[in-house]
C-alpha cells in the first residue's frame, strides 16, 4: 500500500501550486487530520534529506518548491520566455545601450514599462537611477549577450545584407529599423 506522505508528495509535485490542507485532504481521498500528520512527516522527511526540493507552507497553502539556495540555476537552466512586445523593446534598449526609460517609453509606448520590469525580472536588463532621479538609465546585462549570443550577431547581419543587391541592402527592413531607432 502506497504511504499517504508519498500520496502527497506525487499531489504536490503534479500539482505544481500552493493547495489548501482541504484541497490535499480532498485529492489524497483522506480526513484532513491524516492529511495533516502525513505532511508533517513530508516536512520532516524533507529537512531532514539533502535535497533541492522542500515542502512548506505558504500563505497560500503547500508547495514542494525548489530550495532558496538552488533558485539561481532557474534562471540559467530554463530559456527565458518573452513576448513579442518584450523581444522588441529589448531590442531596442540592445540598440541604444544605454537608453533611458523615458525614451524608450516615446519609442515604444506605455506598455514598456510592463516589458522593462519583465525584462529586469529575468535579468536581461539593468536599471540605474539617472542622477537628477526623474528616470532610469537602462542596460542589456551579461545575461543578454549569453543568452542571444550577440557577439555573433553582427557578423550574421553584416553578411546577410552583403548578400542582398546594393538597393535592396540599402532599403532592407532590417536597415530601415536600424535608422529609426537610431534616430
Known amino acids: ?62 508547495v514542494l518548491q525548489l530550495r532558496e539556495t538552488f533558485q539561481g540555476l532557474v534562471s540559467e537552466l530554463i530559456p527565458a520566455e518573452l513576448g513579442v512586445g518584450a523581444l522588441r523593446t529589448l531590442a531596442v534598449i540592445a540598440l541604444k545601450n544605454p537608453i533611458s526609460q ?27 537611477r539617472q542622477s537628477d532621479g526623474r528616470s532610469y538609465w537602462l542596460h542589456v546585462t551579461n ?16 553578411l546577410s545584407l552583403k548578400n542582398l543587391p546594393k538597393d535592396e541592402a540599402e532599403n532592407s527592413e532590417e536597415t530601415e529599423d536600424l535608422k529609426k531607432v537610431e534616430e
Open 1 to 62: 500500500m502506497i504511504r499517504l506522505a508519498s500520496k502527497i508528495e506525487a499531489i504536490l509535485y503534479l500539482k505544481g501550486q500552493p493547495l489548501s490542507l482541504g484541497e490535499i485532504a480532498e485529492f489524497a481521498k483522506c480526513e484532513k487530520s491524516d492529511a495533516e500528520a502525513a505532511l508533517i512527516e513530508l516536512i520532516d522527511d524533507y529537512a531532514r534529506r539533502d535535497s533541492a526540493l522542500e515542502v512548506v507552507e505558504t500563505d497560500k497553502g503547500y
Open 102 to 128: 523615458t525614451e524608450l517609453v516615446d519609442l515604444r509606448g506605455s506598455g514598456a514599462y510592463q516589458h522593462v520590469q519583465e525584462l529586469v525580472e529575468q535579468n536581461f536588463v539593468r536599471k540605474r
Open 143 to 158: 545575461k543578454f549577450h549569453q543568452y542571444f549570443q550577440v557577439d555573433k550577431l553582427p557578423k550574421q547581419l553584416e
